[in-house]
């Protein structure tokens, strides 16, 4: 499986932007998808998931009410809509899929795509 992030940007604070995660490959195999980001200097951090069917999502306490996080598995697609953004939400957002394919259970990311937001 490979995930492609696109959406990232410079907003200003209290601003919004939309995260897509576009997956290829062996997308029938992936089960739970979901958002990382990792600021300088930080661990990274898990902001939301989601499982297959979307009925269940979570996320980090400093998102909930802000963040959404959805997927399209007619367009394997996943999206996080991320609205009155704040500074400390600057950091690169990488996207992850679980899945299990060949009698193996695997993780695959993205490469990142950078959000920035101004004070």
């Known amino acids: 499986v490979q995930l492609v992030e696109s959406g990232g940007g410079l907003v200003q604070d209290g601003g919004s932007l939309r995260l897509s995660c576009a997956a290829s490959g062996s997308t029938d195999s992936i089960n739970a998808m979901g958002w990382y980001r990792q600021a300088p200097g930080k661990q990274r951090e898990l902001v939301a998931g989601i499982t297959t069917s979307g009925d269940t999502t979570n996320y980090v306490d400093s998102v909930k009410g802000r963040f959404t996080i959805s997927r399209d598995n007619a367009k394997n697609t996943m999206h996080l809509q991320m609205n009155s953004l704040k500074p400390e939400d600057t950091a690169v957002y990488f996207c992850?899929?679980?899945?299990?394919?060949?009698?193996?259970?695997?993780?695959?990311w993205g490469q990142g795509t950078q959000v920035t937001v101004s004070s």
């Open positions: 992850y899929a679980d899945g299990f394919y060949m009698g193996s259970y695997y993780r695959a």
